[in-house]
């Protein structure tokens, strides 16, 4: 900014220039602490044949346009692959479940077999694993599960159901579930075993989920998105490690360079010691707070896909309103309360005066 007569602009011009100046470096050294610890969603895929069940819910609640549209998505995916290396089979699930085609290299017997699910009765997880298990039983192939679902189990024993699935994954069967509806989420990222293998769709996405998880299970997806760089692949103490660095990071950036403008105006030093020791420690924590809350109600809204973004969304508001009340601290005429105008209108008023003066 040297050069440039800053001194010229309004105070709320002035101190957004450096609040822009202080985030754009701030997210450039975040996003680099991102890259840096980023995990491949390819680094386990499996280059050689494959053997992949395809477990759909049929439980009442499917019938009707949803179950036609997941058979068609199903269909699809089986149309895309290679039968003469992979094999495919096919489990559905609703009060119990029940193995409809074991794995077999049968384009045509899959098609016919799946154009004939027919949705009622409940839904029960349990069975729908265990019966997973079943058509992949003798496989040679690395196996994998892709579980589709619309809500959330109504029979069997849900925590018998992931602590089978654990069974299956510590022997190397990998889980992808496509999730729409009420399905939870949460408990679904417990059978897969990590959060980035829970794909939410919503009516008229089902192809897209199944493509995302087709990608994921047989390769061709080289980078992350924007969800799995934040919270995909990692554990839960991962992404709010990496969230809440992220977001100390930008808010120590802003807030350092709005300190920084605030001392330029007055003609002070850049930033004293102690501002420093404040903003450093006022960003960290708000970065904590507003990862872990973040991290938190991403969670708890991510059980109904279009609602997402609100986890995000509030922990924006946190971090800002945390960001503008450590301001007051450092901008005179930013006062906390009522209270502090009563008791220092004085000194803002000569703080004010003083300003005026540093720029005549």
């Known amino acids: ?20 100046v202080g ?19 390819n680094s386990s895929v499996p280059s050689g044949p494959q053997a992949v069940c395809i477990t759909i819910d049929t439980s009442g609640s499917m019938a009707g346009p949803k179950l036609e549209e997941v058979k068609a998505a199903a269909l699809r995916f089986v149309e895309r692959r290679d039968l003469g290396r992979d094999r495919i089979g096919l489990v559905s699930f609703s009060d119990r479940a029940h193995v409809l085609l074991g794995l077999s290299n049968d384009r045509q017997r899959f ?5 004939g699910l027919s949705a009622d009765g409940g839904t029960n997880f349990e069975d729908a694993i265990y019966r997973s298990a079943d058509a992949l039983n003798g496989a040679t192939e690395a196996c994998s599960v892709l579980f589709f679902t619309d809500g959330q189990p109504t029979a069997g024993d849900k925590d018998a159901a992931v602590m089978f699935s654990e069974q299956m994954r510590a ?22 075993g990590k959060r980035g293998h829970v794909i939410a769709a919503s009516v008229g996405d089902f192809d897209a989920a199944f493509r995302r998880a087709e990608q994921m299970m047989f ?17 839960f103490l991962q992404a709010i490690l990496r969230v809440s660095v992220w977001t100390a990071l930008l808010s120590v950036g802003t807030g350092g360079l709005l300190v920084v403008g605030q001392n330029r105006r007055l003609k002070k030093a850049p930033l004293t010691a102690r501002q ?9 924590a708000a970065g904590l707070v507003a990862g872990i809350v973040g991290q938190l109600l991403y969670a708890a809204f991510s059980i109904i896909p279009f609602l997402n973004f609100l986890g995000r969304l509030i922990a ?19 006062v906390r309360s009522q209270k ?19 720029l005549r």
Not at 171 to 191: I, M
Not at 219 to 235: H, P
């Open 23 to 41: 985030c754009l470096t701030a997210a450039l050294v975040a996003e680099g602490f991102l890259w840096l610890t980023r995990q491949s969603v």
């Open 171 to 192: 022997q190397g069967v990998r889980f992808y579930a496509v999730a729409t509806g009420d399905a939870d989420n949460w408990y679904l990222s417990r059978l897969t």
């Open 276 to 284: 420093a020791i404040v903003v450093v420690a006022g960003g960290i």
């Open 316 to 334: 924006w508001a946190i971090l800002g309103a945390m960001l503008a009340r450590g301001m007051a601290f450092f901008i005179p005429n930013l």
């Open 1 to 20: 900014m040297k050069g440039i007569n800053l001194h010229s602009t309004s105070k709320p011009t002035f101190l957004a220039l450096y609040a822009a």
């Open 219 to 235: 390769g061709g997806q080289l980078t992350e998105s924007t969800d799995s760089d934040f919270y995909g692949n990692y554990s």
């Open 340 to 358: 502090a105008v009563t008791k220092k209108g004085m000194s803002v008023k000569i703080s004010e005066l003083a300003e005026a003066k540093h």
């Open 111 to 115: 098609l016919s077999t799946i154009s």
